[in-house]
């Protein structure tokens, strides 16, 4: 089962392939990066997990979009 599902994630950002192109991008920070994590507690052990984790929350958005 895919965690956060699917329709929390379309809540804060409409487009799968946009969900797809940021986590992809927040994952590469996550990894590249120290200490960039914006959540304390993440159930995802690998950076796209907390990429993922993090749009669901509200802290990552697409490039140009902000709430």
Same mark, same amino acid.
């Given at each position: 089962m895919l965690y956060p599902p699917l329709n929390q /994630?379309? *809540? #804060? %950002?409409?487009? #799968?392939? /946009? %969900?797809a192109t940021? *986590? *992809?991008? &927040? *994952? &590469?920070e996550l990894e590249d990066v120290e200490d960039t994590e914006l959540l304390e507690r993440y159930s995802s052990k690998k950076a796209v997990g &907390?990429? /993922?984790e993090e749009i669901a929350e509200g802290k990552v958005y697409p490039d140009g979009v902000q709430n």
């Open positions: /994630l379309t *809540a #804060k %950002i409409n487009s #799968k392939y /946009l %969900i940021t *986590a *992809a991008k &927040r *994952a &590469r &907390r990429a /993922l």
